[in-house]
């Protein structure tokens, strides 16, 4: 086993229509969350999610520049969305495990999040990735919309265990990194099961219920393990 991971997309209280959606194709994952000021978005979103996913699969591993070529096919798609007038626009939250690495690639305001465990055992958080929001707190940039310019990229090692989230703002919005932080070290998971990464995933969705959430709840965990343990 190189990884685990656990996903639960559209939860939460809205029940009119949904506008995230995920894709995995072979070790890859993307999650987007359309902007609800356009009712296509949903559909947006998952045919982006299905298409980026299947098109980062599938880059060489030989390939130098992984983050130009990335770059290149995130506004590619973007630039296809204009020209074909399709209605609607999405954020974009990418993770690819590699054999020795992982990357995460994101468009727009959703959270992207790694913790790692640290020697003495205690999970912390590794690394943010950045959100697209002005100044007044709103996304500057989303796939199909006027301005899409920016592709975010990071690519770690795999030194260390880690926990991965990819998280829409109805998640992402409600929660802090203590909660996740408390929740990955609880004493009970000792091991990163499907069942466990099920029961993180659905506490967080909890938390940020409680906490006033009315908007579509999505997120993906994947544990990675370290390369020498694949």
């Known amino acids: 086993m190189t990884y685990e991971y656990a996903v639960v997309i559209n939860g939460g209280k809205r029940k009119y229509e949904c506008f995230d959606a995920f894709a995995r194709v072979s070790d890859s994952f993307t999650l987007c969350d359309g902007a609800n000021s356009c ?10 999610a299905s298409l980026f996913s299947k098109k980062i699969s599938s880059i060489a591993m ?3 520049d992984r983050e ?34 992982y990357e995460i690639i994101s468009v ?25 929001l002005d100044y007044n707190g709103n996304p500057w940039q989303l796939i199909g919309s006027d301005v899409c310019e920016l592709v975010h990229y990071t690519r770690l090692y795999r030194e ?12 992402g919005d409600f929660i802090k990194n203590s909660d996740i932080e408390k929740i990955l070290n609880k004493k009970d998971i000792k091991k990163f099961n499907p069942s466990n990464l099920r029961k993180i995933v659905e506490s967080l969705l909890s938390i940020s219920g409680e906490r006033g959430s009315k908007d579509d709840m999505s997120i993906c965990m994947a544990f990675i393990e370290k390369k020498n343990e694949g």
């Open 160 to 171: 260390n265990v880690a926990c991965v989230f990819l998280m829409s703002d109805g998640v």
């Open 39 to 48: 009712k296509n978005s949903g559909k947006l979103a998952k045919k982006l």
């Open 108 to 132: 727009g305001d959703s959270y992207g999040k790694v913790f790692t465990r640290n020697p003495d055992g205690e999970w912390t958080e590794h690394c943010s990735i950045p959100r697209d």
């Open 62 to 64: 030989k390939k130098v």
């Open 68 to 101: 130009r070529e990335i770059s290149k096919i995130v506004l590619d798609i973007h630039e296809n969305c204009a020209l074909n007038n399709e209605a609607g626009a999405s954020t974009l939250l990418g993770l690819n495990i590699l054999k020795d690495s």
